[in-house]
């Protein structure tokens, strides 16, 4: 007959005993947060959206702001924008159709197309910024709450084709 010392000794050993599931759970999501992070950091693409998300933690704490598809385009870039279309064959130029004869890409779009003109007054207004501080940069659209509602009302509004 074993001694029951002996028999105990040789038991696997549950390290997770004792230990919450919510901890291992946090635990597993700091890990994963941490690895992108890095990654967003050292990532050479993606060089637009980080003219308004310059590192993950930025964009972290704007994630309770709804994107809609249209503002999706305009923080990445990827959208129906002529440099963005051509750029995929399928325009020939990308040139805006404006007087201002300039690319047309989200900056553009934003600072200076001449089509959007009301729009961008609107904007400027809303966000209190001054004729002679203009253009600002891209992260003050989405820094606060109100700045980001007001960037979202003239996306969905500008028209800019
Ligand atoms: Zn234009």
């Given at each position: 007959m074993k001694e029951p010392t002996k028999n105990a000794l040789n038991m696997p050993i549950n390290k997770n005993v004792g230990i919450p599931k919510c901890h291992w759970k946090r635990l597993s999501h700091q890990k994963r947060l941490g690895q992108w992070k890095e990654d967003y950091a050292?990532?050479?693409?993606?060089s637009h959206t980080?003219?308004?998300?310059?590192?993950?933690?930025?964009?972290?704490?704007?994630?309770?702001?709804f994107c809609s598809f249209k503002?999706?385009?305009f923080l990445t870039g990827h959208g129906n924008f002529e440099e963005y279309l051509k750029r995929f064959h399928r325009q020939t130029s990308d040139v805006c159709d404006c007087s201002a004869k300039e690319?047309?890409?989200?900056?553009?779009?934003?600072?200076?197309?001449?089509h959007v003109q009301d729009c961008r007054k609107i904007l400027q207004q809303k966000l209190g910024v001054p004729e002679?501080?203009?253009p600002v940069v891209l992260i003050s659209l989405i820094n606060t709450k109100p700045s980001f509602l007001y960037?979202?009302?003239?996306?969905?509004?500008c028209n800019y084709k």
């Open positions: 050292s990532l050479s693409k993606a980080k003219k308004f998300f310059p590192t993950a933690k930025c964009r972290l704490e704007r994630n309770s702001f503002v999706n385009q690319i047309q890409n989200v900056e553009h779009i934003i600072f200076r197309c001449l002679n501080d203009w960037f979202t009302e003239f996306v969905h509004t």
